[in-house]
């Protein structure tokens, strides 16, 4: 069973940064697993704000994050990022870590075909 365990969110002002980790217990079936970043504030509906496919060439984001976040990924280290610059307060939300294996790449945006989900961080940004 693939556990993934994210970690880094906190609470900062308008305009910091904070990175975001999430951890696999995938050994290598880690690289086999599309990922993604998923946030959900409540009364939302879930949102990938960021994806990026098992060898890391393809990546997608969202345009509410895109030239302010970047995730990358290690597959000898089964561990994925997601470094959010220049938050803002509407990036407040819970952070999920989220994976499906053998995704298709068409899918990465679709919050519904992951499979796999952290416990989530929460990500709380001030004004």
């Known amino acids: 069973q693939v556990q993934l365990v994210e970690s880094g969110g906190g609470l900062v002002q308008t305009g910091d940064s904070l990175r975001l980790s999430c951890a696999a217990s995938?050994?290598?079936?880690?690289?086999?697993?599309?990922m993604a970043w998923v946030r959900q504030v409540p009364g939302k509906e879930r949102e990938v704000v960021a994806a990026i496919s098992f060898s890391g060439e393809n990546t997608y984001y969202a345009d509410s994050v895109k030239d302010r976040f970047s995730i990358s990924r290690d597959n000898a280290k089964n561990t994925m990022w997601l470094q959010m610059n220049s938050l803002k307060p509407e990036d407040t939300a819970v952070y999920y870590c989220?994976?499906?294996?053998?995704?298709?790449?068409?899918?990465?945006?679709?919050?519904?075909?992951?499979?796999?989900w952290g416990q989530g961080t929460q990500v709380t940004v001030s004004s």
């Open positions: 989220a994976g499906k294996p053998f995704q298709v790449w068409g899918d990465s945006r679709l919050a519904g075909k992951y499979d796999l």
């Open positions: 995938a050994g290598r079936a880690f690289t086999v697993l599309g």
